[in-house]
């Protein structure tokens, strides 16, 4: 069974940085696709970055140049580091695991909050 945790997150003044982690148990890590997604108030959940198993990675187009995803597979974790934040960067920030088959599942994570200040 997959669980996730995340953490790091925060307050921070816009132009700041902060790096978000999540924790992963279960086996098989190193063969998921690991995303983040964040969600604004009642706005709906966007897919900021991704890293497939192999380091292959993908970003939103509003972080693109300022947010870095990279994973540990000896540590069953991803990292979410984001620079440059900006007040629109505010969110829960929710990292995501899918399985590949034959054992295929998607899992969320509590999420964690992002508050970027003006």
């Known amino acids: 069974q997959v669980q996730l945790v995340e953490s790091g997150g925060g307050l921070v003044p816009a132009g700041g940085s902060l790096r978000l982690s999540c924790a992963a148990s279960?086996?098989?890590?190193a063969l998921w696709t690991m995303e983040w997604y964040r969600q604004a108030s009642e706005n709906q959940r966007e897919l900021v970055a991704s890293i497939s198993g192999v380091g292959t990675t993908d970003y939103a187009a509003s972080v693109k140049g300022r947010f870095s995803v990279s994973r540990d597979n000896a540590k069953k974790a991803v990292y979410l580091q984001m620079s440059s934040l900006k007040p629109e960067d505010t969110g829960v920030y929710y990292c995501v695991a899918r399985t590949p088959w034959p054992n295929r599942s998607d899992a969320w994570g509590q999420g964690t909050q992002v508050t970027v200040s003006s």
């Open positions: 279960g086996s098989g890590f």
